[in-house]
């Protein structure tokens, strides 16, 4: 079975703090990606990744970034939390093949106050 | 961008029921794929379609895959309490490996 794992089920920090959201995956996937859940917004993909040390924007990745230092690990940059930050985030992967389905960890639900 | 309509956003039901959801696209997608989340978890994979026209059982659940490669439906039978969930379908299309989601169905199950 496919396992992702996000490092915290649960977050809290405050404005302006530096957030690391830590993602690793055991299936050997190229592929890695970051979304985040809001309700009436759906799934909203911030970034991903194809192969260790590339990434590429997704569609609001304004406010984070992202590093890949490993194949199996994936991290989320807050640089300065803001509230309009407060979400689920979600982690995923998948092999480079366009067809291979994404595989999602348990998220985590950070709030910025 | 792509979008995804999914419908319905939200279903009440009684146990026991069949329940219905589908997506359609502006766009032809590649892959179909079906996902549930549970309250405070990630999406769970359940059914991927790669053809055109292609039919997948999953034990209560079934999913095709459209003809027209812009619209795909996920069919439960005979439902339980735990089918409660919000229920995402996801397009993927040519060599990108985004996909696109629709906004989800929250089913509920009344025992």
């Known amino acids: 079975d496919v396992k992702v794992t996000q490092s915290s089920r649960y977050l809290v920090k405050r404005t302006g703090e530096k957030v690391f959201l830590e993602c690793v995956q055991d299936?050997?996937?190229?592929?890695m990606f970051w979304y985040r859940q809001d309700p009436g917004l759906g799934l909203r993909l911030i970034y991903f990744?194809?192969?260790?040390?590339?990434?590429e924007k997704g569609d609001i990745p304004e406010g984070y970034s992202v590093s890949r230092e490993k194949k199996e690990r994936f991290s989320l940059i807050l640089e300065s939390a803001s509230t309009n930050q407060t979400s689920m985030y979600l982690c995923?992967?998948?092999?480079?093949?366009?067809?291979?389905?994404?595989?999602f960890g348990n998220g985590t639900r950070l709030t910025v106050t | 961008g792509q979008q995804l309509n999914q419908s319905p956003q939200s279903m009440f039901i009684q146990e026991g029921e069949d329940v219905s959801m589908n997506c359609t696209s502006s766009?032809?997608?590649?892959?179909w794929l079906w996902y549930k989340q549970d309250p405070g978890e990630g999406p769970v994979l359940l059914i991927a379609?790669?053809?055109?026209?292609e039919l997948t059982s999953n034990g209560r659940l079934t999913a095709q895959f459209g003809i027209t490669r812009k619209d795909s439906f996920l069919n439960i039978s005979a439902s339980i309490p735990s089918d409660v969930g919000i229920y995402f379908c996801?397009?993927?299309?040519?060599?990108?490996?985004?996909?696109?989601f629709g906004k989800g169905t929250l089913l509920t199950v009344n025992p």
């Open positions: 995923a992967s998948s092999f480079l093949n366009s067809n291979s389905p994404l595989h």
């Open positions: 299936m050997d996937h190229e592929n």
């Open positions: 990744s194809y192969d260790v040390k590339m990434k």
């Open positions: 766009s032809i997608f590649n892959t």
């Open positions: 379609l790669y053809k055109a026209g």
């Open positions: 996801a397009g993927q299309g040519g060599s990108n490996y985004k996909l696109t």
